[in-house]
């Protein structure tokens, strides 16, 4: 049995991840459009602004005392799923 204080963290938990999908989904909407206004699949990935974003999050990370560690993950793997979406739906051009 799981007590009574950790199921009120849960709960809190699982407003935060509604939260969550939502940033997600607006995200996913300005993806779109940066997708519609890319000419070619080699612009989808650019090396650089992924490395000043991954400096950036560390910066605010340590800033707002979040382990860098964790946002570094989050950030890559969210990088790396934006990237995999912007293929998919890529509008081959050429």
């Given amino acids: ?7 009120k963290i849960r709960k809190k938990l ?3 991840d509604d939260n ?3 940033i997600i989904k607006r995200r996913t ?9 890319k000419r070619f ?4 990935i650019d090396k650089k602004r992924i490395s000043i974003i991954l400096k950036n999050i560390s910066k605010k990370s340590k800033t707002k005392q ?3 560690k964790i ?8 990088i ?7 293929f998919r739906n890529f509008k081959n051009k050429r």
Wanted: aromatic share 6%.
């Fill in 1 to 7: 049995m799981v007590n009574k204080n950790i199921l």
């Fill in 14 to 16: 699982d407003k935060l």
């Fill in 20 to 22: 969550l999908l939502n």
């Fill in 29 to 37: 909407i300005l993806v779109n459009q940066v997708i519609k206004n």
């Fill in 41 to 44: 699949k080699k612009d989808i």
């Fill in 66 to 68: 979040i382990d860098p």
């Fill in 71 to 78: 946002t570094n993950k989050i950030w890559k793997s969210m």
């Fill in 80 to 86: 790396k799923a934006f990237i995999e979406y912007e």
